[in-house]
C-alpha cells in the first residue's frame, strides 16, 4: 500500500515554537498526522498524511463507550549526523500485542515503519535541536464502529501525530517522591496491565490524585492480588539496587514491558551487573532501606530514560534513597541511553535507526 501526502497549505501551518526551553510535554502537535482506516472485510485502506485535524466520529464510535484504545510513545532524536529512531520495532510489535488482547486488527510492521519515517521527515523542522529535546509520537487505534453493544468493533482507525517534546531534566536530576499505596491496584493477573490500553491510564488517575494531594510525584503500584510485590511506577518500570543487584519485576502480564526497562537491563548485564527479574516485596524494600542494602531506585520510560527515586512513602512513613540524591548507576544509565540515542556513541546492540 501506498501512503499518499496531502500537504497542508501554508496558511495553515503553525509557527514553530522558537523557545525551545519552554516545549514542556504534549502541548505543541505538528501540522501533519498519518490516518489509516480499517473495515471488517476490506483490512487496512487509504493510508495517508494529511494536515492535522479535528476527527469525525458518531457520538456512539465504541472507543468511547467501551475503551477499545491503544497507543504507543517513542521520540525521534535529532543527533549527531542525522535522525534517529529508538527500537521502534519495539514499540510497533508491542502495539500489535495489545490489539491481539483488545480484539483490535494486526498493522503490518513494514506499513507502520514506513508511516513513522515518512511523517517524521516531512515534519523534520519541527525536531527541536537543544539537547535532551526530540519529537514525541503517538500512535494510536481506536474503535469507530457507531454502534452501542458489548463486542469488537468492525471499524477502527490508526493514526500517528507527533509534537516537538522538551528536555527532560533542563536543570540536572530532581529526584522524585514515590507513594506506596496498598489500597488500590493498576492491573490483575490476566487484565490489560501489559497493552497500552487507555483504560488502564483512566483507572489509574484516583490513586494518583490522591499521591499528587499528598505531595508525592508518583504512584508506586504492587501486585493486585496480595499488595506485596513492588510492580510499577506511574507509567514507569522500576528498578531497585540493592547491595550488587540491580532487580525488577518480572514480565508476568500485569507491568507494560518497557522498552527502556529493556535497554536498561541488557546495557547493565554488558557492564557485569548482576540483573534479577524477579518479584520483590515491600518488606524485603524496606529491610534493605533499614539494613542499608538500598543503594539506588528509579523508573524507566521513554519520556524521562531514567527518573530517580529519592524518597519512598509507605504505612505512613518517608524512607529516604542514597539521601534523596541520584545514584551512579542510575546517572550511568542515563548517560549511556542518551548519547545511543542521539547518535553520540557506539550503538552495540543495534537499537539506533536512522532515517535520514
Ligand atoms: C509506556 C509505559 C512504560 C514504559 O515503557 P517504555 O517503552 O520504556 O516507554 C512503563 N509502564 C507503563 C504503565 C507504561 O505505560
Given at each position: 500500500m501506498d501512503?499518499?501526502?496531502?500537504?497542508?497549505?501554508?496558511?495553515?501551518?503553525?509557527?514553530?515554537?522558537?523557545?525551545?526551553?519552554?516545549?514542556?510535554?504534549?502541548?505543541?502537535?505538528?501540522?501533519?498526522?498519518?490516518?489509516?482506516?480499517?473495515?471488517?472485510?476490506?483490512?487496512?485502506?487509504?493510508?495517508l498524511i494529511e494536515p492535522c485535524r479535528?476527527?469525525?466520529?458518531?457520538?456512539?464510535?465504541?472507543c468511547l463507550h467501551y475503551a477499545q484504545e491503544i497507543f504507543e510513545g517513542m521520540k525521534a532524536y535529532r543527533g549527531k549526523g542525522g535522525i534517529f529512531l529508538f527500537r521502534p520495532l519495539e514499540n510497533i510489535r508491542r502495539m500489535n500485542v495489545s490489539a491481539e488482547r483488545l480484539c483490535m486488527p494486526q498493522i503490518d510492521e513494514d506499513l507502520f515503519l514506513e508511516?513513522?519515517?515518512?511523517?517524521?521527515?516531512?515534519?523534520?523542522?519541527?525536531?527541536?535541536?537543544?539537547?535532551?529535546?526530540?519529537?514525541?509520537?503517538?500512535?494510536?487505534?481506536?474503535?469507530?464502529?457507531?454502534a452501542l453493544g458489548v463486542h469488537p468493533a468492525s471499524e477502527y482507525l490508526f493514526f500517528i501525530i507527533t509534537g516537538p517534546v522538551g528536555a527532560y531534566y533542563p536543570e540536572g536530576f530532581s529526584p522524585t517522591k514515590i507513594f506506596v499505596t496498598e489500597e488500590y491496584s493498576r492491573a490483575a493477573p490476566g487484565g490489560t496491565g501489559n497493552c497500552k490500553a487507555g483504560g488502564n491510564y483512566a483507572a489509574s488517575l484516583y490513586a494518583s490524585e490522591i499521591a499528587k494531594k499528598m505531595g508525592y510525584t508518583q504512584v508506586l503500584w504492587l501486585d493486585a492480588v496480595e499488595r506485596k510485590y513492588v510492580e510499577e511506577v506511574g507509567t514507569s518500570n522500576m528498578f531497585f539496587v540493592i547491595g550488587e543487584e540491580l532487580i525488577t519485576a518480572p514480565l508476568t502480564g500485569t507491568i507494560l514491558p518497557g522498552v527502556t526497562r529493556d535497554s536498561v537491563i541488557r546495557l547493565a548485564k554488558s557492564w557485569g551487573v548482576k540483573v534479577a527479574e524477579r518479584r520483590l516485596s515491600m518488606d524485603e524494600v524496606m529491610e534493605a532501606i533499614a539494613g542499608g542494602a538500598l543503594r539506588e531506585a528509579f523508573a524507566s520510560g521513554t519520556a524521562a530514560i531514567v527518573s530517580p527515586v529519592g524518597l519512598i512513602y509507605f504505612r505512613g512513613k518517608e524512607h529516604p534513597i542514597n539521601e534523596g540524591k541520584t545514584g551512579s548507576l542510575t546517572e550511568r544509565l542515563y548517560n549511556e541511553i542518551l548519547k545511543i540515542q542521539y547518535g553520540q556513541k557506539d550503538d552495540p546492540f543495534g537499537w539506533r535507526i536512522k532515517i535520514d
Open positions: 501512503i499518499k501526502v496531502i500537504h497542508a497549505p501554508p496558511e495553515r501551518r503553525k509557527a514553530k515554537p522558537t523557545d525551545e526551553a519552554k516545549l514542556g510535554f504534549g502541548r505543541i502537535f505538528t501540522d501533519h498526522f498519518f490516518t489509516m482506516s480499517y473495515h471488517a472485510g476490506r483490512g487496512w485502506h487509504d493510508p479535528p476527527l469525525d466520529l458518531h457520538p456512539t464510535a465504541m508511516a513513522l519515517r515518512k511523517l517524521i521527515l516531512l515534519e523534520k523542522d519541527w525536531i527541536p535541536h537543544g539537547s535532551g529535546t526530540s519529537l514525541y509520537i503517538r500512535p494510536t487505534m481506536i474503535a469507530t464502529e457507531p
